[in-house]
């Protein structure tokens, strides 16, 4: 099967799904669209980032949630970046490529929530628990 | 082919997902590759949990605070985040068959990835110059995996970058080419959303005593 046909990503996705990674067929008067979303993204990006580093930082907060509120500002950012720079989209040419996401992301809770959980419960059975690792 | 050609006959009809046919090679490949970078980032949640396991397993050695130089991760951060910003541009110069934007945009990818990885590697070797080894303690141990492999990741990312600027010397923009570069892209943005993890999970969260 030739492939040089297959060369406009807009006319592939009119019957298929994206590639994942491909930018959203846009109209050809707004070539400059693909520059402003990756620009957006990498505005939030940075604010994200920023706003991390301060909170990791600052004493005006309250010292337990400091975790919790970094763990957020990660997630957020990874959002940023799923959307704007990798373009995935709750769109119907993109189904599949969420379905993969949302398996990988099933898994990667599993592994590192299971791990957590069991050598959590392990140390707390070990008979001196102030024994450091070794 | 039949699906595009007849599409083009009667465009008036839409056809059917059934009648469409396989999907393009760009297509197929790519999603591939998807499937292959989750698959990636489940080893790296992997490393992550053992991490998580062993981070208080210091054996009477220095912990993360003591060692981690937030700076450094700082700078580095704006060098990988930058260079996903150059890398989408690279994305874009390539779907419009631009060459000089798209090896100016390739050089500033490398340059901010080797960038990333000479501050990299200078950490690992203040740390390891002040006696905080891989094989000092369990958390030592778990944090050099961890940042090393993606470290790593960034090396061979790195070495396919330059493979393909020549081949887009060679053989300009084919399918083939395109595709290898949409590969990259996906690649390259994975790894800095592992690296969000790294400088939030590891650093950031290690500082703190």
Known sequence: MSEVQYGDPAQMNALHDRAPGDQPAAPEEEKSSGVLIFTIGLFLAVILTATSFWVANTTLLWGPGIALGLAVLAIAQMGVHLVFFLHITTGPDNTNNVLALAFGILIVFLVVAGSLWIMGDLSNMMPSMSMPVR | MNAIASDALRPEL?????????????????????????????????????????????????????????????????????????????????????HVATYAAAIATFVLGAAFLGLEIHEFADMIARGATPQSSAFLSAFFTLVGCHGLHVTVGLIWLAVMMAQVAAHDFTAAVTRRLLCFALFWHALDIIWICLFTFVYLMGVRP
């Open chain 2, 14 to 98: 839409p056809l059917a997902v059934s009648e469409a046919g396989p999907a393009p090679k760009r297509i197929v490949v790519t999603y591939g590759f998807w499937v292959f970078i989750l698959s990636d980032i489940v080893m790296f949640a992997a490393l992550f949990a053992t991490y998580a396991v062993l981070v208080h397993a210091t054996a009477g050695g220095a912990a993360g605070s003591q060692l981690f130089n937030q700076v450094s991760v700082a700078v580095e951060t704006g060098c990988l985040l930058l260079s996903s910003y150059t890398c989408g541009l690279m994305s874009l110069a390539i779907n419009a068959k631009r």
